[in-house]
């Protein structure tokens, strides 16, 4: 069967530390890997997106990689702060359509002070 | 100032009743898609259109029923036939080319 998973329901660490969260799945082809943020009671924010050629992409203390072989995307924030806290979704993007997304279940990020 | 918005952001209906959630965007977007939140789980695909008049169901469309007559507009029409229709409502929009989705702020519907 087809599943997304992202491992652990919720991560708490310490200020300044890296986080590491973690997306993987099963029989799907993915075109892209994208993650979101999302605070509670409101809207997902997309934060970035990786095609399936790219094995790393970074935007400021954010750094993305994919790995199709091991079908398994890592999600990494250096020099994590508070502000930081929040649920993080990887999604799934079969094409470039965008026709349809799979979302993962999401990972809460705690950042203790 | 351009954006998603959707409304009301929460909304109490009684059971048997229909109710329609608003999702209105500015973006010029060609895309928009309808998702539901359940506690703890991620967002399922209830329906989604590429372009005015034309719409698909998603993963979970039993339930529910979207019109598209215009390119800024998408609601959601929640029917007395969806089982369990208390949940968190997503609107999202998409140009074409850009993968990116753009989220609105999200409907609360309780059914008491």
């Known amino acids: 069967s087809q599943k997304i998973e992202q491992n652990s329901e919720a991560l708490n660490i310490q200020e300044g530390k890296t986080a590491t969260l973690t997306c993987n799945y099963t029989?799907?082809?993915?075109?892209?890997l994208q993650w979101y943020r999302q605070d509670p009671g409101r809207g997902p924010v997309f934060l970035l997106l990786?095609?399936?050629?790219?094995k790393e992409k970074r935007k400021e203390r954010l750094k993305v990689t994919f790995d199709t072989t091991l079908k398994q995307s890592l999600f990494h924030i250096t020099a994590s702060q508070p502000a930081d806290s929040a649920t993080y979704l990887c999604?799934?993007?079969?094409?470039?359509?965008?026709?349809?997304?799979?979302f993962g279940s999401g990972t809460r990020l705690s950042i203790r002070p | 100032d351009g954006g998603i918005t959707q409304s009301p952001k929460y909304l109490f209906r009684k059971e048997g009743q229909n109710v329609t959630l608003s999702c209105e965007q500015n973006?010029?977007?060609?895309?928009m898609y309808w998702y539901r939140q359940d506690p703890g789980q991620g967002l399922r695909l209830i329906y989604y259109?590429?372009?005015?008049?034309?719409?698909q169901k998603g993963d979970i469309a039993e339930g529910y029923s979207v019109s598209r007559e215009k390119k800024e507009s998408f609601p959601l029409t929640v029917t007395s036939a969806q089982k369990n229709p208390t949940a968190f409502y997503l609107c999202?929009?998409?140009?074409?080319?850009?993968?990116?989705?753009?989220f609105g702020p999200g409907t609360r519907l309780t059914v008491l």
């Open positions: 999202a929009s998409r140009i074409s080319g850009n993968n990116e989705q753009f």
């Open positions: 029989n799907y082809s993915p075109a892209y």
């Open positions: 990786i095609r399936e050629n790219e």
């Open positions: 999604a799934l993007d079969m094409d470039s359509s965008a026709s349809k997304i799979i």
């Open positions: 973006l010029n977007h060609d895309a």
């Open positions: 259109s590429q372009i005015v008049n034309d719409f």
